[in-house]
């Protein structure tokens, strides 16, 4: 198992280390433990959370409001509670 995530019932919680301000939206893989994410929007005024669960809404083919930030509002590491995805990226298969 990844150790950047664990399934909790049907919901996966992902441990995310995020880079704001990248030239592109994109998972760059695992690294210690964390998927790292680069995506374009500002850290500023909640830009980039919200540009963030977007982002990660598709690529885990879910809605929007399937997806939460369970901690690190204010920080580069994240922890993600996705409902239910339909699908997993590359990076995170077994």
Known sequence: MNP???WDGADLL???RVQPRASRDELMGVSEGLLRVRITAPPVE???NEHLLRFLAQVFA???QDLALE???N???KRLRI???ASL???LAP
């Open 75 to 77: 920080g580069r590491h």
């Open 71 to 73: 901690s690190g509002l």
């Open 89 to 91: 990226p590359k990076a």
């Open 4 to 6: 950047c995530y664990r």
């Open 14 to 16: 992902v441990n995310l």
């Open 46 to 48: 909640g830009r980039a």
């Open 83 to 85: 409902k239910a995805p």
């Open 62 to 64: 879910v809605r929007r």
